[in-house]
């Protein structure tokens, strides 16, 4: 039986700029970070206190960076989180805003990957 989602691929054009981000500005961790193939790593991330994973990896011919992610991240706290991210100069394309189902924002990852962020 599936027992869960092992990691998520987010695409991005430079690793180490978008290894700053993910780590400095979001607060993950590195729980990998070695040579894949010539061009790229392979760089796995955890979210501190969740099993989720991440892979900042280089879709050449595949997905496409600046997209749409088909992700949605979750917090306690929406609009304190993104006064958080804000001060760290994370670009957000929607503030905070709330509707009955719950409250959401949506930001931007250096290379335009756009990400829900709301309410559990």
């Known amino acids: 039986m599936i027992r ?7 695409p991005v054009t ?3 700029r978008a290894l700053a ?20 790593r392979w760089i796995e991330l955890g979210i501190p206190g969740a099993d989720t994973r991440l892979v ?3 879709m050449d011919g595949g997905l496409a960076p600046g997209s ?5 991240l ?6 304190g989180t993104a006064r958080e991210l804000k001060a760290k100069g994370v670009a957000f394309s929607q503030d905070p805003k709330r509707e009955p189902w719950g409250t959401f924002c949506t930001f931007k990852d250096p290379d335009g990957n756009s990400f ?3 309410t559990r």
Do not use: C, H
């Open 4 to 10: 869960g989602v092992k990691f998520v691929s987010i």
């Open 14 to 16: 430079d690793q180490d």
């Open 21 to 40: 981000f993910y780590t400095e500005k979001l607060g993950f961790r590195v729980l990998t970070d070695q040579p894949f193939s010539d061009e790229q």
């Open 56 to 58: 900042l990896f280089r």
């Open 68 to 72: 749409q992610m088909n992700m949605a």
């Open 74 to 79: 979750w917090t306690d706290d929406v609009e």
């Open 116 to 118: 829900v962020l709301g």
